[in-house]
């Protein structure tokens, strides 16, 4: 025993390298790779099989090369699939368990996955597959039409692949009618069949992938009855297998005769591969053709099924959904005249994730980087030096967590791990004990200790929170699926009392950001996340010596700092770091050409002489610094200060793009010659109108004059300004300004913290909308008030919940979020504004810890639709240009009609969905930034 195990510990240190030279370097072959589902090692034939015979299965053994030592990619249906596909194990392939996507089906591959349908297209293939797919739905970036198949028949759900007498098969993404509800009247296997066939025909003359993953023997237990007679009496008394009966919900079929009918469905699936043979060699193609026949896994015992009266396992422990030998081993043969030799086998030891780097070396392919899998054309071939793993590795969810390594002749098995990742693994070796009855854990710890180090280097984060089961694992799925009263969001299409759109109304834009989601988010999101980065995208303006963001179609090039600013925040910073530095950069260029005045209309009826600063009409040079910059940037509004948060939290995130002198020498400038102006140390607030509202009363109390809404203070103006000292105090400490400069900042901040929570608190804690030029409070609360008093830490704990409770919220439609106001019908306050909405979320979030990310998107998926506010003659006239109609993220909805109106492909409309997204962690890329 000491011998093998220097031996194995050799083994562990380099690849072992069968030389075998024999025949010439295949030419590009076609490749028919048929995969049996839930059918056992001994389950054929040519493997043992006493109880019925396999002869077409055997004829492609005795005429090509048995493969022993062959293991699936996992003891389940989709995992295993998912390692054929990637050439992963189940430590890093992307599926890991049979779970349920978002929009039916299972999970789905993302985008952007290689496979090995990718790689044969690429080369040249066409490629198509037939049968069961169980890698994602209709419309997922898992659809077999995006993962390399040019053409697919079947089933896409692996459930529904169940019932042999489907209603539905999918014809690539077109559903084909099969069979009336209830009846058995086409039986799908032969209906793939005869697909299967047909593209192996059209497709004689040229190179071609056909991978017929079949449904034959899984559960439910069903052939003909023309075949089920065949075996009906061969096996004894049979005890049929009643669906009614027992606990577990099935949705198999009865059988009354179990036995005959498992016989009879691999009868069919052994005629059927017969009849593909028989086909390529009709066809003269047989001499560049190679057929591969595997099983997805070990045998099953649903249905009825009874693998141990068929001895499904041989010699091996375990089946299905077991990590022992007999879930994981499985039969395989290859078949490829004049190149693989006739009647040969080999004890290589091979796995799913070698099937990849074969085909691609039998393609001529190049081979990806990133798999685990090692190619085994060389043993197949007789041409080459053959690698052999160090060792294989399996991961199996269910059961309490399954762990597994084959390390040369040694296994080792892990259960419990998901109560006990640290747990007792058992050891095996396998060729004086195959069905692994004794455990050698206890005398060779050593290689315990290999294995369990093994375990835990071969498991990678998983890209689904599904998926979790290992410490460290933090994937999070995000689906946004969301229904309350009205307003529906679900996987292609959102929904209101206003109406409906649809995934298929929506563009499919393709913006030049490569930032991709995960992929546990519905069609309908991913959709909106593109239509989110070109929206943005379309924002960008370029001049011969600058680039910055416009502020929406509507607006043209104009530069607005607060649009600016709150779309770095919400979730530019990310992605487009260098536009936003030279948006912000061109912000305070542009302040500093026109001074620091404040606007006044010709008649003065807002000019406040107790703010001192300069109030003055505009200049002709002026207007030509504003025409050049398409702004209207006289900071009438004290929005402004909003430029600090911004470039204090991009800096922060691109260090190396962080200029800090620069936004310290730049912030000290503004607070002293406008900012300070604007502050009452009667009560140590600020005045000044709050965020993005027009210098009016459009959205306040009709009895407020302009001169009123400039001397009010509201909530979320001082919360800003409160963010912006912070940002002063952190750029002190970053330029290594004198220590007392950091603490100048952090006290004016913190008084005006007190001053905040002393002055914009209702009784019931709920901040209030403003505080008046006669001291009095606003009964009605403001949401970005609240939002920001809690995002920065002005209110915390009990405070920041009670701030949030009971906020009002209003149903027109749909629910919205606003103070609404219902003395007042002016356009601010007649609508809900998706980037409010999403301040106020995000803050709530902070406020109560619970996620509103479904609800949030659901909100900003109304501004993409349902229905458009009608246009004014003025805006159809002059405007014809600004709006997309439906499918772009909007200005604004209108209360109470719910209709999306104001600009399309808005700038900070669609940063909300960036945010929305960056929040509920699913940016599968975020590494990726936009240069």
Known sequence: MKTRISLYLSLCLVFVAQIVVHGEPPEKLNIIYILADDLGYADVSFNGQEKFTTPHLDRLANDGMVFNQHYSGSTV?????STLMTGQHTGRTPIRHNSKGPAGGQLPLPAGTVTVAKVLQEAGYVTGAFGKWGLGYTGSEGDPSRQ????????????????????????????????????????????????????IRENKDRPFFCYVPSVLPHAELVAPEAYIARFR??????????????????????????????????????????????????????????????????????????????????????IKRDLYEGGIRVPMVAWAPDRV???????????????????????????????????????????????????LYWEFLGGGGKLAVRMGNWKAVQLGVSKNPDGPIQLFDLPTDPEESIDLAAEYPELVEQARQVMQEAHAKPLYAKFNFLPGDDAKDALFLYRKGPLKLSADAIHDAVGSISLDQLPTPKPQIGVKLKPATTPFTQRMWAIALDDIERNIVLTDDIR????????GNRVYTRDIALTGVLGA????????????????????????????????????????????????????????????????????????????????????????NWLYTVGEEFFKDFYDPWFDSSDGLYRGQPIFQDLTSSAYPKHLTIADCVLMKAASTNALYYRGMLAMAHAATMSSQEPEQKVKWLKRAE????????????????????????????????????????MFGILEGPDAKR?????????????????????????????????????????????????????????????????????????????????????????????????????????????????????????????????
């Open 233 to 318: 009496g061969n096996f004894g008394e049979e005890t049929p297998y009643d669906a009614k009966k027992g606990s577990r919900k099935t949705g198999y079929g009865s059988q009354a005769d179990p036995k005959a009918a498992f016989a009879a469905m691999v009868q069919i699936l052994d005629e059927q591969v017969g009849e593909i043979r028989a086909l390529v060699e009709e066809l003269g193609i047989a001499e560049r053709t190679i057929i591969i026949f595997t099983s997805d896994n070990g045998p099953h015992d649903a249905g009825g099924a009874d693998p141990e009266y068929f001895d499904s396992n041989g010699p091996f422990r375990g």
């Open 148 to 199: 390399g198949f040019d053409v697919f028949y079947g089933y896409k759900d692996q459930v529904n692949a169940h019932h042999y007498y489907p209603q539905i098969l999918w014809d690539n993404n077109t559903k084909v009618q099969l069979n009336s509800k209830g009846k058995q009247e086409v039986y799908a296997p032969f209906r793939i069949q005869e697909e299967t066939l047909k593209f």
């Open 548 to 555: 910055y963001f416009g502020a929406g179609s509507r607006y």
């Open 803 to 931: 701030a949030y409770a009971n906020y009002p919220t209003h149903d027109r439609g749909v629910p919205l979020i606003h103070p609404f106001l219902p003395d007042n019908k002016g356009p601010h306050n007649a609508a809900t504004w998706p980037f409010c909405s999403t301040f106020f979320l995000w803050g709530k979030e902070v406020a109560t810890g619970k996620s509103l990310v479904d609800y949030n998107a659901a909100l900003l998926g109304r501004s993409l639709g349902t229905k458009m506010a009608e246009k004014s003659k003025k805006i159809a006239a002059n405007e014809e240009d600004w709006d997309a109609g439906l499918g772009s993220f909007h200005e604004k909805i209108q209360l109470p009609s719910g209709l999306i109106d104001g600009s399309g492909h808005q700038l900070w409309s669609a940063a909300a969905f960036l945010n929305v997204c960056i929040r509920a962690g699913i940016i599968f890329d975020s590494d990726k930034a936009f240069n």
């Open 751 to 790: 008084a005006l913290k007190a001053a905040f929570q002393n002055e914009f608190l209702l009784e019931g804690g709920e901040v209030t909308y403003y505080k008046d030029r006669y001291g009095e409070l606003s009964p009605h609360q403001h949401n970005l008030g609240t939002a920001f008093a809690v």
């Open 341 to 391: 030799d006739a009647g040969s086998e080999t004890d290589h030891v091979s796995a799913f994730w070698d099937v990849l780097p074969t085909l691609a070396e039998l393609a001529g392919a190049p081979v990806p980087d990133d798999i685990d899998g090692l190619s085994f054309a060389p043993i197949l071939l007789q041409n080459g030096n053959q690698s052999s793993h160090q060792y």
């Open 573 to 660: 910073n990310f992605f487009y770091p260098k536009i936003m530095k030279d948006s912000l950069v061109l912000t305070r260029k542009i302040r500093r050409e026109l001074g620091y005045k404040v606007s006044q209309n010709k008649d003065k009826d807002h000019v406040v002489e107790e703010i001192k600063v300069p109030w003055e009409v505009i200049a002709e040079s002026d207007k030509e610094i504003m025409a050049k910059y398409r702004t209207n940037s006289y900071t009438r509004r004290t929005d402004d200060v909003v430029w600090l948060w911004a470039a204090d939290d991009l800096f922060t995130k691109h260090p190396e793009l962080a200029d800090w």
């Open 77 to 81: 249906c989709a995992p295993s699939r």
